[in-house]
């Protein structure tokens, strides 16, 4: 069966959830974006069951992996690579196996989450971005990376209800590799960019931090950037109508990375005493915004990253990263996952499922956390959800019939 090419999609490729993917783009694979290409190309085509791989039926399959997790002690939910449905699912099978759970990106996402804990935060979203502002101040990361059609989308867009998009001022401040091509406005004004590595944002960003606040910096420089550069980037934010501080949380490798998003984020706390501005983090990849909502409203605690040594069994899914697989050495894994999943080693259980926005429909939250969007198949197939193998699970586990 194959997509309709007069509908439209959200495509989860990335946090994004851009919904104006047809049918037909899908059909003839023209995208303006190469994470969505690589989606859409990919086929569920002849996977089946397997345990220690060998093809097996479903119900031997599940069979196998409720035996495995009988076992286990400390079982671990990981990857989670997913949508809301499959999240909510994921959440009832660790409360009937007493597992843990964990997400492919939960150290990025972990970032995040702790400076929102212990300060708060005043973020925007990607609409109010499009509508109202006027200056982007983009730190540590070009956005397009991780979400490529960003300026395409929010940015260089042909209207918007309270700027004019086209005279929007774009800034980098470090990064590394940074590709600021998409930057450059429809009237050919280049973006200012302002160098620096990664590894020494933290030192730059609380220099910023400071100066938006009118505090005394002595030195002529931060890190090799220039004080007088930083100190017009916070005349520049200070004069905005609508200023945005823009970060990706995955670009901040290095140890202590939270203490520079707080150190973002309370620059727009300063910014608000006399104007306006928001924060706007973002990235988002194999469903993580919605599996972190879904795991903090079930069970009232975010994601975790994992102890993987004190784990005896692992449950893994990667519905929207085929090659991501856990940690070498990683015994017994069952996966629950794409059917083009690919595999080092050989996993204890394979049971291929349905991925959302591809073989199955879905729901998913956008990197904003603004709105939820539905997904729906591009390509149906017959591969059952992931809600429907661990439904299946979990009755085997109470000892009824499946």
């Known amino acids: 069966m194959t997509n309709q090419q007069n509908s439209m999609h959200a495509c989860p490729a990335c946090g994004l959830l851009c919904d104006d993917i047809s049918g037909e783009a899908i059909a ?4 303006s974006c190469g994470k969505a290409a690589k989606f859409y190309a990919r086929t569920s085509n002849g996977a ?10 479903l119900t031997q399959a599940v069979h196998t992996a409720v035996e495995l997790l009988k076992q286990a002690k400390t079982p671990l939910i990981a990857g989670s690579s997913t949508d809301v449905h499959g999240a909510r699912a994921l959440v009832s099978l660790s409360h009937h196996t007493h597992a843990s759970m964990t997400h492919l990106n939960a150290s990025s996402t972990l970032r995040n989450m702790q400076v929102l804990q212990h300060r ?59 590709n600021t091509k998409p930057g450059v406005s429809p009237d050919g004004r280049a973006p200012e960019v302002i160098p620096c590595a990664s590894e020494q944002l933290p030192e730059v960003v609380a220099t910023l931090r400071a100066l938006v606040m009118d505090k005394p910096v002595t030195v002529d420089k931060v890190a090799g950037v220039d004080v007088s550069r930083l100190r017009n980037v916070a005349e520049t ?5 609508y200023a945005t501080l823009v970060w990706v949380s ?11 998003i707080e150190n973002i984020t309370e620059t727009v706390v300063a910014l608000n005493q006399k104007s306006r501005a928001m924060g706007l983090s973002l990235g988002g990849s194999d469903g993580d915004t919605s599996v972190n909502y879904a795991h903090t409203w079930l069970n009232g605690v975010i994601i975790d990253t994992p102890d993987w040594e004190s784990h005896d069994a692992v449950v893994w899914v990667n519905s929207y990263s085929p090659d991501a697989m856990p940690p070498a050495g990683t015994h ?5 996952g794409a059917a083009d999943s690919q595999f080092d080693e050989t996993p204890a259980v394979f049971i291929p499922v349905a991925t959302p926005g591809l073989d199955c429909n879905g729901q998913q939250f956008r990197v904003d956390g603004s709105v939820t969007l539905p997904l729906s198949a591009a390509k ?6 992931l809600s429907q193998v661990i439904a299946m699970i979990e009755t085997e586990l109470k000892g009824v019939a499946a």
């Open 237 to 241: 934010l200070k004069a905005a109508k």
């Open 28 to 31: 003839k694979q023209q995208f």
């Open 250 to 260: 995955k670009d901040l490798h290095y140890a202590h990375a939270e203490l520079t």
């Open 120 to 178: 708060g935060w005043q973020t925007t979203t990607l609409t109010e971005v499009r509508n109202r502002a006027d200056v982007i101040l983009m730190i540590g990361t070009d956005v397009v990376s991780h979400n490529t059609r960003f300026f395409e989308r929010v940015v260089w867009v042909p209207e918007a209800m309270f700027t004019a998009p086209a005279a929007r001022k774009i800034i980098y401040l470090g990064g590394d590799d940074l």
């Open 380 to 385: 149906p197939s017959d591969l059952p959800t």
């Open 48 to 57: 089946q069951p397997r345990v220690a791989g060998q093809p097996v039926s």
């Open 332 to 336: 017994p894994v069952i996966v629950l």
